[in-house]
């Protein structure tokens, strides 16, 4: 991902034009650049609450969908508070101070290129069954150790793995 980053700015990639500006190494600290430009597809991020993980989720998605025509991401949490205040939020902040131009929809930020980001909330097993969705280029959940031991195996091993095969997606268990 960091490849691609590095040739939209320098004016290539999707073939638009960039409005604003990309995230960058300064938006972020070290270990967290790492995750947010990682190109492995499983990632398991545990670190103390407050050190920057639903800031790295965002910058992460925002980087996949201003890059890619047409991205999917989807960040889940135990509530829709939770998504809203923990990744949303901040999503949107960083959207404007890049200058990037999005709207929202629902639970839904949407791309002038076609790229979204949903945001769901997942607290036991039978909304785990119900998170199906679309193909997915990134996948988050958020608080992974607050789901039981069910759900999680549900949500991750049947609902979301299958769909992450033809994007190629990647996954981030974040603790």
């Known amino acids: 991902m960091l490849d691609h980053l590095r040739a939209i700015l320098a004016g290539g ?28 597809r499983e990632n398991f991020v545990m670190v103390a609450r ?24 989807l960040y889940i949490s135990l509530t829709l508070d ?3 205040q923990l990744f949303r939020d901040p999503l949107l902040e960083l959207l404007d101070k890049l200058e990037q131009p999005h ?16 945001i769901k909330g997942v607290d036991n097993l039978s909304a785990s069954r119900k998170a199906r969705g679309p193909n997915w280029d990134d996948v988050f959940i958020d608080e992974i150790q607050d789901l039981d031991d069910s759900a999680a195996k549900v949500l991750i091993e049947d609902v979301l793995g299958p769909t992450m095969f033809r994007r190629q997606g990647s996954t981030h268990l974040c603790f």
Do not use: H
């Open 13 to 40: 990639g999707s073939g638009e034009t960039p409005r604003g500006r990309l995230p960058q190494a300064s938006d972020s600290f070290p270990e967290q650049w790492a995750w947010v430009t990682t190109s492995e």
């Open 50 to 73: 407050q050190s920057g993980k639903s800031n790295g989720a965002a910058l992460r998605s925002a980087g996949r969908c201003l890059t890619k025509p047409a991205a999917r991401v």
């Open 82 to 84: 939770m998504c809203e």
């Open 103 to 118: 709207r929202v929809r629902g639970r839904q930020v949407i791309f002038p290129n076609g790229s979204r980001i949903y």
